[in-house]
């Protein structure tokens, strides 16, 4: 069952600026993870955060997790053209099931 | 070199015929999936596979068949297919136990008319 809901579906920015993606979801989870597809392409890994951690960097990108209100955001800073993709965040639900997608959110970076 | 391969890339056959997909990781990974996306891009798992054992397999119709010859390739059999097969197929692999990421491949696109 999809667990996983992203907001907004489609953002539209210029470059430069930051975008900030949403995701929440039901169930307790062991870890969330966001993944970004470029189209015509297949999913890549871009980070993952544990249900004990608040928040995580990775370069440009900043993921926070609020298990209290079962959501997650990816901020990306200084937005370039080639984050122009879907970004799709993943939970990992407690009891070993299968990850579960989202239906993720269209960027577009406006040179 | 390509970490999880997939072919064909392009699939196009009639409503009926029996087709298969093919996967391979050479990342050493000993778990391997399938997942469907359909044309809103909605993603969704349809089998898992622990070192050549099935794991998981979602509410996917019979006439959808993995099969796993080895750790690291899971092919993808589907008979008597249907207009609503259409859709882009993803193989992944990762290693077991929690909290892994899952490497893609590039994506089947199948389209049956």
């Known amino acids: 069952s999809q667990q996983g809901e992203e907001d907004p579906q489609a953002l539209s920015i210029q470059e430069g600026e930051n975008a900030t993606m949403n995701c929440s979801y039901k169930?307790?989870?062991?870890?969330l993870q966001w993944y970004r597809q470029n189209s015509g392409r297949g999913l890549v890994h871009l980070i993952l955060i544990r249900s004990n951690e608040r928040e995580k960097h990775s370069g440009r990108l900043r993921v926070t997790l609020d298990t209290s209100k079962k959501s997650s955001s990816l901020l990306i800073t200084a937005s370039r053209a080639a984050d122009t993709a879907s970004y799709f965040c993943?939970?990992?639900?407690?009891?070993?099931?299968?990850?579960?997608f989202g239906k993720g959110t269209r960027l577009s970076v406006i040179a | 070199d390509t970490a999880v391969s997939q072919t064909p890339k392009y699939l196009v056959t009639q409503m009926g015929n029996d087709k298969s997909i093919k996967c391979e990781q050479n990342l050493g990974h000993d778990t391997m999936y399938w997942y469907k996306q359909d044309s809103k891009k909605f993603l969704k798992i349809m089998f898992s596979y622990n070192n050549k054992e099935l794991i998981i397999n979602e509410t996917v119709p019979n006439r959808f068949s993995p099969k796993s010859p080895d750790k690291a390739h899971l092919n993808l059999h589907i008979n008597s297919l249907e207009l609503g097969d259409s859709a882009v197929y993803f193989c992944?692999?990762?290693?077991?136990?929690?909290?892994?990421?899952?490497?893609f491949g590039p994506g089947t696109r199948l389209t049956v008319t």
């Open positions: 992944a692999s990762s290693h077991s136990g929690s909290s892994y990421e899952q490497y």
């Open positions: 993943a939970t990992e639900p407690t009891g070993n099931t299968p990850l579960v």
């Open positions: 169930t307790s989870i062991n870890n």
